[in-house]
């Protein structure tokens, strides 16, 4: 079974925290950040940024979850 996690980036949830506490194995997680993407930028450059943030959560989990083993 897997855990759907809210909070994570704009409303202050910490990754590592996160992971420490709930990643039992790949897929046991599903964690929404979808405002630290969608809200990284209002400006022209906003598919540039949102692209960076959505890298910048994965590979902070990729990293929080390899701490786990």
């Given at each position: 079974m897997w855990r759907l996690?809210?909070?994570i980036g704009k409303q202050g949830g910490v990754i590592k925290d996160t992971?420490?506490?709930s990643f039992t194995g790949a897929g046991s997680i599903a964690v929404n950040v979808s405002s630290?993407?969608?809200l990284a930028s209002s400006?022209?450059?906003f598919?540039?940024?949102t692209w960076n943030a959505a890298s910048s959560f994965r590979n902070q989990f990729r990293k929080a979850s390899a701490d786990c083993d």
């Open positions: 996690i809210p909070g992971v420490q506490s630290g993407v969608c400006e022209n450059d598919d540039n940024e």
